[in-house]
C-alpha cells in the first residue's frame, strides 16, 4: 500500500475487504463472531486523501479500524491531528 503515485491501491482495498468478509463469514459459522474483535493498524500514517499525482503519502499518524460481533459500531473516536496544527488535541 505504499504507494506515491496512481496505483492500484482500490484493488488492494478490495482483496482486504474480501478477505475479511470470508473470515467473518467463517467465524459467524462457527458461533465465534460474538467473541471475536478484529483490529487492523497501519504500520506508519498515511494521508486520508489523494495527493496530486493520485497516491498517498507519508502522514503523521496511523489509521486504524476494529470490527466484532460485540463492538459498538458507527464511531469515529478523536480528532485528527494537522501537521500546520500548533494545538495539540
Known amino acids: ?3 506515491h503515485s496512481v496505483n492500484g491501491v482500490s484493488e488492494f482495498f478490495k482483496q482486504a475487504n474480501d ?3 470470508n473470515f467473518v463469514t467463517e467465524l459467524k459459522n462457527q458461533n465465534l463472531w460474538k467473541s471475536t474483535v478484529i483490529v487492523m ?3 506508519f500514517g498515511r494521508s486520508m486523501g489523494p495527493n496530486s499525482s493520485g497516491g498517498s503519502d507519508h502522514a503523521w499518524g496511523g489509521n486504524y479500524f ?3 460481533g460485540s463492538v459498538k459500531g458507527g464511531q469515529i473516536l ?3 491531528f494537522y501537521r500546520w496544527s500548533l494545538h495539540m488535541y
Open 19 to 21: 478477505a475479511l468478509d
Open 1 to 3: 500500500y505504499d504507494h
Open 41 to 43: 493498524g497501519s504500520d
Open 66 to 68: 476494529m470490527i466484532g
Open 78 to 80: 478523536g480528532r485528527p
